[in-house]
């Protein structure tokens, strides 16, 4: 921390000392120089607004089972009260902001210097319900977190055809029309929430990581557009390493999508 803040020291002298700051500009140039910084600030509420927005609360995009599945979880988050005595949660909603991981052990600390300019982009992108609309709920009891996750029009990956074999003739014939084809998620994509979800559940239950490894099994394609459940459990903590284990299904669970394990590390940079 002290050595961060020697660095943002050191920085803002070596700002100050730059010729540019020393030398009176033209009229014009200042003027121009005026102009892009007030630009520039104003695009700047989006980006570092003070005031984080939580993205894993219920909007317009959300269609019936992802609404369903939420306060199916949700309701579980309550303080139940038994007798005098608060009970503690069962399960926690992990609230997901685009620049902080606040919810991370000791990210509360961090995140005000080390991760004020940080922008996680499946939390960035405007439209809602476009790309990664998803929340996720951590039990650390059960040592186990899960994720409901709707994929967006925005993170189209193959395109499949819903014709059986002995169909062909008439397939060929209506190839042309949308209608006879499904659009599947992108594969990177669901990587990319595998991670996001392994991740948080070991940044919950440990310190800051990274992820060191990453293997994915895709079993079955999730169309475009469904939601899906995300499942991961902890598997092992040994030193310094945390696996964890992650399956991707339907939400009745009935249909495997694809499954992983990550191993994640604790930084030494960020204090393992
Ligand atoms: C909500 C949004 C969240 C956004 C964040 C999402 C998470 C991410 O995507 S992070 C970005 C992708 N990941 C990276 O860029 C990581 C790049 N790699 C690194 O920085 C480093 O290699 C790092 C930190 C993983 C490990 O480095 P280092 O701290 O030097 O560890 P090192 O001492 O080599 O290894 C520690 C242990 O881990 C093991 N290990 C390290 N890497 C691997 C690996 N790839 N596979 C298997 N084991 C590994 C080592 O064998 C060692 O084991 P042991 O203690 O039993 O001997």
């Known amino acids: 921390m002290a050595r961060t803040l020697c660095r943002i020291f050191k920085g803002c002298q070596s700002i100050c000392s730059l010729p540019l700051m020393k030398t009176r500009l ?9 102009t892009v910084c ?6 700047l509420p989006f980006r ?3 005031k984080a927005q939580d993205f894993s609360l219920p ?3 959300w269609g019936a089972e992802m ?6 979880y949700n309701s579980q988050c309550e303080e139940e009260m038994k007798g005098e005595e608060k009970q503690d949660w069962a399960w926690k909603r992990v609230p997901s902001y685009n620049r902080t991981l606040k919810h991370a052990t000791g990210g509360v600390y961090l995140s005000k210097i080390y991760q004020s300019k940080a922008r996680f982009f499946t939390r960035n992108i405007k439209e809602p319900g476009a790309a990664f609309e998803y929340v996720l709920f951590v ?3 059960e040592q186990k977190c899960v994720c409901i996750f709707q994929a967006g029009h925005l993170l189209e990956g193959p395109q499949g055809s819903l014709i059986l074999k002995n169909h062909a003739t008439a397939f060929f014939r209506r190839v042309q029309e949308e209608k006879y084809w499904i ?3 992108h594969g990177g994509a669901i990587a990319t929430m595998i991670d996001t979800v392994t991740v948080t559940h070991a940044s919950v239950l440990t310190l800051l990581i990274m992820t060191a490894n990453l293997n994915i099994n895709y079993r079955r394609p999730i169309p475009l557009g469904s939601t899906v459940l995300i499942d991961s459990s902890l598997n092992k903590t040994e030193g310094r ?3 964890i284990s992650c399956k991707v299904t339907s939400t009745d669970g009935s249909k495997l999508h694809t499954e992983a394990t990550a191993l994640f590390v604790v930084s030494r940079l960020l204090g393992g």
Not at 67 to 72: D, F
Request: glycine residues 0%.
């Open 26 to 34: 033209h009229p014009s140039a200042s003027v121009l120089l005026r």
């Open 38 to 43: 007030v630009r520039r600030m104003l695009t």
């Open 48 to 50: 570092f607004s003070p």
């Open 59 to 61: 909007n317009s995009s």
């Open 67 to 72: 609404r369903q599945l939420y306060e199916h």
């Open 139 to 141: 039990s650390k009891d």
């Open 183 to 185: 659009r599947y998620v």
């Open 241 to 243: 390493k945390v696996l």
